[in-house]
């Protein structure tokens, strides 16, 4: 009981830190428990279309001068987020299985005279996901990334270049059974 009443209230705060953001606009969407939007107060634009819903242990976050626009009939499934440092788009009624994670961008590194990797340096490029998609469970989407309209993104899979529209992207992988 108490539990329920404490997803409420956090559920309320969040909804209200949205809506106190001068750069964020959303029609309808349903929190679930314990989900979290870290936004930069000099971001350049959140949209949220209507029927967006988020289910449990949802983070996002918006950083500076990035934006994050999502369409209308969202759903993204539990424990998934979404990074972003530049631009991520999300078409209408597309869905996320569990745990997907997008991240338009990397750390910044270096190879020469000497190997070094730069921990508060990134490079970005804007991730494009189309409409009527669904990314199954534990799919990562990386930068510089389009995914075209009517796509599934099957489990487990990375998607580091582009995906045609109309594509179905299995992660094949061989069991191997070895008797003892």
């Known amino acids: 009981m108490l539990d329920e009443i404490l997803a409420k209230i956090q559920r309320r705060s969040q909804i209200s830190r949205l809506k106190k953001h001068p750069h964020v606009s959303f029609k309808g969407i349903r929190l679930g428990i314990s989900d979290h939007f870290a936004l930069h107060e000099n971001l350049k634009k959140v949209t949220i279309g209507s029927s967006v819903s988020f289910r449990n242990y949802v983070h996002i976050l918006v950083e500076k001068n990035a934006t994050l626009e999502i369409g209308n009939n969202f759903f993204m499934n539990n424990f998934c987020s979404i990074n972003c440092l530049d631009s991520i788009s999300i078409g209408d009624n597309t869905l996320f299985g569990e745990n997907v994670k997008l991240y338009d961008h990397n750390h910044a590194y270096q190879s020469h005279p000497e190997f070094k990797l730069f921990s508060s340096e990134f490079t970005t490029a804007p991730i494009k996901i189309g409409s009527n998609c669904w990314l199954g469970s534990n799919v990562t989407v990386l930068k510089g990334v389009t995914i075209g309209d009517n796509c599934i993104i099957g489990a487990g899979c990375t998607i580091h ?19 003892h």
């Open 161 to 179: 270049k582009d995906i045609p529209a109309n594509t179905t992207v299995i992660n094949r992988q061989d069991l191997i059974f070895k008797e």
